[in-house]
Nanobody, 126 residues
Framework: QVQLVESGGGSVQTGGSLRLSCAAS????????MVWFRQAPGKEREGVAA????????YYTDSVKGRFTISEDNTDNILYLQMNSLKPEDTAMYYC???????????????????WGQGTQVTVSS
């Protein structure tokens, strides 16, 4: 089992940057598929970016390619999401999620993940 705690959210203007962090604790010695999801009011939860830990592949939804970067710090067990060129449509609650061993074909399907953080709010104003 693994526990996830997000931080780093906040309010920025269009074009600004934020870096989200997700600190993992518990059984971190195993390989996980870790994903950033986001959910705006009245919208479905959307997979933003995923990474297979310990040097695996990364995946991005089309709307954030070239602007967001997912990365991991294996020493401190922290997942990051660097968000640049932020837009008002990026405004949402951002969640960190994880599942063991591999990233599924539908990596952006929230039902595939059984470990979740509490979320951190990102607000981008125009």
């Amino acid at each position: 089992q693994v526990q996830l705690v997000e931080s780093g959210g906040g309010s920025v203007q269009t074009g600004g940057s934020l870096r989200l962090s997700c600190a993992a604790s518990g059984n971190t010695a195993r390989r996980y598929c870790m994903v950033w999801f986001r959910q705006a009011p009245g919208k479905e939860r959307e997979g933003v970016a995923a990474i297979l830990t310990v040097g695996g592949n990364t995946y991005y939804t089309d709307s954030v390619k070239g602007r967001f970067t997912i990365s991991e710090d294996n020493t401190d067990n922290i997942l990051y999401l660097q968000m640049n060129s932020l837009k008002p449509e990026d405004t949402a609650m951002y969640y960190c999620a994880a599942r063991l061993n591999f990233c599924p074909f539908r990596w952006n399907n929230y039902a595939e993940y059984n470990y979740w953080g509490q979320g951190t709010q990102v607000t981008v104003s125009s």
